[in-house]
């Protein structure tokens, strides 16, 4: 019975976590590394499980308290799609996701002062800005998820930072180069935030809360995510005819029909109706996921034949 009752109570954690959108942190992580590998950079990849860890665990928190803000302002419903439901159907209680997030805060903290004793105080920085940028996406006094700010701060945080900050931990350099490489998944990663906020107009409205797709509306928005989702491909072809990357990254274009099958979903899509768009968040992790995948194995390929 006590079995039982732990499997049970692990799965609500689980789906809490909603696993679906965790690869969301981890691939910037890997574009990282294999950036640096790319580049050249001698790469210390003792740090590597430690910035890994650390970031899937500042997101796990950031999602328990999405849905913790999210469910007591009325957010999340019994009929939205948006959370993880653990609240709705009370399979946790409000107190006890907030402390989740906050037990995987401290994790991810020690995980990070490890990576401060390795490789020094200047990971520090990184850390602190992780941790704040996990708790602000929805809590007080900031909340910046709900003030329209989401898109730019996801774009940044699990963009930009996480695969220019990996580059760092592993080889003590920051690069514009890297940063560049960082693009086309920074775009991606916004895509799945975008994804859900553009389902999720009519209840977001209701709900009084403001994202960059309910203040721009349905047809706005959704042209915002076909930039989203095809401006990847775009950077991907300057990048490689600028030099900075090499030829292999054209096969990041192996993912193009998952690309044009989310945009024909929005295309098809009636303003107002959540159903038409239900899957579209988890369909845009697919594609950041398996363009991410594409575009490391470019990567370490470019690196092995420098």
Known sequence: MCWDHFKNRAWVWFRAARPFSLTASATPVFIGAAASVALGYPVDWRALPLFLSAAVLIHVATNYFGDYFDYIKGVDKDYTYGSSGVLVDGSLKTHELLMGGFVCLCVAAVLGLSLVFLKGFSILALGIVGVLGGYLYAGYPVGYKYHALGDFFVFVLMGVFLVCG??????????????????????????????????????DEQARIQTLASVSGHQLASRIYYGYVLFPYAAILILIFSGILSGYSAIVFLSAPLAFQNCRCVL?????????????????????LSFGILQISALIIQGAFL
């Open 166 to 203: 990996a580059s760092f931990a592993l080889t003590g350099w920051l690069s514009s180069l890297v940063f560049w490489m960082s693009l086309p998944i920074s775009s991606l990663v916004t895509a799945i935030l975008h994804a859900n906020n553009l389902r999720d107009i009519s209840h």
């Open 268 to 288: 098809k899509s009636r303003p107002g109706s959540a159903e038409d768009l239900a899957k579209l968040d988890q369909e845009t992790a697919k594609l950041h």
